[in-house]
């Protein structure tokens, strides 16, 4: 019966063990969703665009330079090269992907996309002020030029902000770093 | 129950702690499992065209007008996302500059009110059911062509929000085209009392009021602080006056309810209700107007009455309002007005050539209660209304709900539903103001425009568009519609 009740008693303690892991992990990364692989509702190939095509990140981020917002291109404006740019290569190979892409537009949908990167509501990650001071884009979402499909590089938690507004990444960077920079 | 248990030291407790210990792992294994797992999707959905001019998280500022009552305000609406999210005043507006009272604030709450309608509403079986804008049309249309066959157009009434600008005329320009009366100007929150003095006064409904000119202020029921009249420019002429190192007036309130007004006068006199006319009068020395009775009647002491007196004598240039709401409001505005006259504050503290347009198209409630008259005697075939609420706001012994009922079939352009679109057999709503083209004049020499600051929320149409598509349908008035929309008539 004493055993028991003692068995039992230790629950308490272990809830207590693993909401202080949860505050821990919050700042050591553990919890963010680092190399989580998503499947999109079409496969979009960055490598093709960017380094094949030589498009520039804010062809279609166009506003990555001037909101908080860095800007998702509206349908239109993949449909700009994919109303001629044909599901097709003209070696008779598929383009993954463009059936689909044409298909959304010509029902008038937009594309569902899967959120991968995010910060939580409480912190204000505003795009320009970072591409403005020339940060490269490649230094928190990783070489996407290279990935065929995108996934989360950095943990985007609070130790990792602040390791940068110390001036502590390659090249370094220096910003102000109290709470109200980023928490406001 | 507990006590049974009580005694039993060694099994009751501990099982009560077991069980809890074992609800409590559950819990915290649930939570955990639940609350950490990482596979919640969300999904960011792009545009399908991108609106031009626009950045994402990026505002945009629009200037247009306030509708929100008749003074009409400039506004700065802040837009993101294609969302008007803040309402500020126009700077550079010259009635208001910059500021905005609450009303006009809370004009977001209209424009994303929950209730609002869908799209147009037609009664079938008793019952406002959803129709498309063409069935709706259609049936307007039809309806128009049997009033208009059968010669009775000329007793259809169309009630309209009190408003200046451009539509006014466009309105009864229409309604002239149908054969139909021009239409009643109805203003739940105007002092008609109040303007019908002034234009018997002054000959202008509302002349601008010079607070800031004024070395003593009295208010007779006028709460200028919250709302009555002209809000905001009187309100910001007020704070200038105050403002004064030197030379701001003393703020005397008369009034049997301290109101906004009152709390922030230097002096409250508390009177009776319906006793103003005795105090103004006794004032002015009128005829057979003495201070010791009109102190009687207003219970207010002898000694006060006469320092006011002397006070209002000995200083000037002075301000007198009537604000009054009792049965004799009319009287007791047009004595005040004659004591404006008599101590030379015409032109100085009150300038009817500076006058605020906002009342001008004003109807009279003699006009309001001929339009109830027939409407209860059964002559009225057809009836408007748009952007008034009159069962809602008249008196309820005005037997406007009972009067609407006898009218063959009641047109609706509300954009929520309320007390009288309920009652309406078809409801054609409007656009928000901050959704439609239009235009306001301030005072007559400020004209204020209005522009929309971001696309409908639901599927509504701008009156004027309605009553265009309708003139465009008929024979007899299509000729004098050649623009295809309001906005286009308005740029002419």
Sequence with gaps: MTTKMRKWAAI????????????????????????????????????????????????CHFAAGKSPDPGLPAVATCMGCHITVGPKKPDGSARPGVA????????????????????????????????????????????????????????????????????????????????????? | MSSSKEPNGATGPGGTRREFLKILGATTATTAAIGCSSDRVERL???????????????????????????????IAETRDGRTIKLEGNPAHPLNRGALCARGQAALQGLYNPDRYRGPMLRRNNRL?????????????????????????????????????????????????????????????????????????????????????AKLIVSVGADFLDGWGATVPQQL????ARAKIEGAPRLVYIGSRRSLTGLNADEWIPCKPGSELAIVNALSGAAGASLDQAAQAAGVPAATLQRLGREWAATKPSLMLAGV????????????????????????????????????????????????????????????????????TL????????????????????SYPDETSELCDLVLPDHHPLESWGDAQATATVMSLQQPTMDPVF????????????AKANQTTAAQYPAPDYRSFLIG
């Design chain 2, 45 to 75: 959905i792009p545009y399908l065209n991108h609106p031009d001019e626009t950045v994402p998280g990026v505002s945009t500022y629009y200037a247009t007008t306030c509708r929100e009552c008749a003074v009409a305000c400039g506004l």
């Design chain 2, 237 to 240: 002429d007020f704070a200038d």
């Design chain 2, 325 to 392: 709401t009792t049965a004799n409001a009319m009287t007791v505005a047009l004595a005040v007005n004659a004591l404006n006259q008599a101590a030379g504050n015409v032109g100085v503290t009150i300038r009817p050539a500076e006058a605020i347009s906002a009342f001008d198209t004003l109807s009279s409630p003699a006009e309001i209660a001929e339009a109830l008259g027939r409407m209860n005697e059964g002559r009225v075939p057809l009836l408007f209304v748009r952007n008034a609420n009159p069962i809602f």
């Design chain 2, 395 to 414: 008196p309820k012994s005005g037997k406007f709900a009972e009067a609407l009922a006898k009218v063959a079939f009641k047109v609706s352009f509300s």
């Design chain 2, 459 to 470: 599927s509504t149409r701008a009156t004027a568009d309605v009553l265009i598509t309708l």
């Design chain 2, 129 to 213: 059911e959803p129709v498309t804008w063409d069935q709706a049309l259609q049936a307007l249309a039809q309806k128009l062509g049997e009033v208009r066959s059968a010669g009775r157009a000329g007793d259809a009434v169309f009630i309209n929000a009190s408003e200046t600008g451009s539509f006014p005329a466009f309105l009864d320009e229409w309604l002239t085209g149908f054969g139909m009366p021009t239409h009643l100007s109805y203003d739940a929150l105007a002092d008609i009392s109040a303007v019908a003095a002034n234009r018997q006064s002054y000959g202008v409904s509302w002349p601008a009021l010079r607070f800031s000119e």
């Design chain 1, 12 to 59: 308490p303690g272990l809830g207590a063990l693993a909401a202080a892991a949860v505050v821990l992990s919050a700042y050591s990364g553990a919890s963010s969703d680092e190399g989580r692989d998503i499947e999109q509702p079409l496969p979009f190939p960055h490598p093709v665009h960017v380094k094949t095509l030589a498009m520039n990140c804010m062809y």
């Design chain 1, 100 to 184: 689909t892409l044409q298909e959304f537009w010509k029902k008038g949908q937009p594309i569902p996309w899967v959120r991968i990167h995010k910060v939580p509501d409480y912190v204000q990650f505003p795009h320009m002020r970072h591409v403005n001071a020339g940060v490269s884009c490649q230094t928190c979402h990783g070489q996407v030029q290279d990935m065929q499909r995108v996934t989360q590089v950095a943990s985007l938690n609070m130790g990792w902000c602040v390791q940068c507004h110390l001036g502590e990444s390659n090249p370094p960077f220096k910003a102000r770093y109290d709470c109200s920079t980023c928490h406001y």
